[in-house]
T-cell receptor, first 111, second 112 residues
Framework: NAGVTQTPKFRVLKTGQSMTLLCAQD?????MYWYRQDPGMGLRLIHY???????AKGEVPDGYNVSRLKKQNFLLGLESAAPSQTSVYFC??????????FGEGSRLTVL | GQQLNQSPQSMFIQEGEDVSMNCTSSSIFNTWLWYKQDPGEGPVLLIA?????ELTSNGRLTAQFGITRKDSFLNISASIPSDVGIYFCAGLNSGGYQKVTFGTGTKLQVIP
């Protein structure tokens, strides 16, 4: 049972580079989310999607873009990475609002 | 935005002891969720609470949904070394898109 799979698991970028994090879920969930986790700050919602073709901003959306072209995939893009975006990124999915299932995380370092 | 205050931020306990942690909010929530995160992993759902006053157990874990709908607590009885990790509360708000807001976490260390 794969559940929620994130790729890549680790990445190092230089300031100004771009990259995309991929999240895939095999549970046929409608809702998908991208969170970032920083020490002492818990999990903060970046963007989310309530269904294929829809996206919406969370608490900390600046500097990120997302797309949900297929129900099972939710992509998080950084167009021009900044050191402040160094973090651990978690993707999650849920059937409806509430009980989220998380991936294992993607650790991003921006130099 | 909404904030969830979790306390304590961290705790060291002896194996076998009971643990209590809580979460408070300035806003009302319809659902309270408790997650555990092991090192290097994503959070995993432990308990979900859906009604004010509800008390739910999952093995050695017990959680309650506060009557005011603005707080929740989690108890762990007879702690064991594998209880080590970060525990997050999360609340699901009412109205509009029902967004899940997470607390800042309680880091638990168990001394064998």
């Amino acid at each position: 049972n794969a559940g929620v799979t994130q790729t890549p698991k680790f990445r190092v970028l230089k300031t100004g580079q771009s990259m995309t994090l991929l999240c895939a879920q095999d549970m046929n969930h409608e809702y998908m989310y991208w969170y970032r986790q920083d020490p002492g700050m818990g999990l903060r919602l970046i963007h989310y999607s309530v269904g294929e073709g829809t996206t919406a901003k969370g608490e900390v959306p600046d500097g990120y873009n997302v797309s949900r072209l297929k129900k099972q995939n939710f992509l998080l893009g950084l167009e021009s990475a900044a050191p402040s975006q160094t973090s651990v990124y978690f993707c999650a999915s849920s059937l409806g609002p509430g009980e989220l299932f998380f991936g294992e995380g993607s650790r991003l370092t921006v130099l | 935005g909404q904030q969830l205050n979790q306390s304590p931020q961290s705790m060291f306990i002896q194996e076998g002891e009971d643990v209590s942690m809580n979460c408070t909010s300035s806003s009302i929530f319809n659902t309270w969720l408790w997650y555990k995160q092991d090192p290097g992993e994503g959070p995993v759902l432990l308990i979900a609470l859906y009604k004010a006053g509800e008390l739910t157990s999952n093995g050695r874990l017990t959680a309650q949904f506060g009557i005011t709908r603005k707080d929740s607590f989690l108890n762990i009885s007879a702690s064991i070394p594998s209880d080590v990790g970060i525990y997050f509360c999360a609340g699901l708000n009412s109205g509009g898109y029902q967004k899940v807001t997470f607390g800042t976490g309680t880091k638990l260390q168990v001394i064998p």
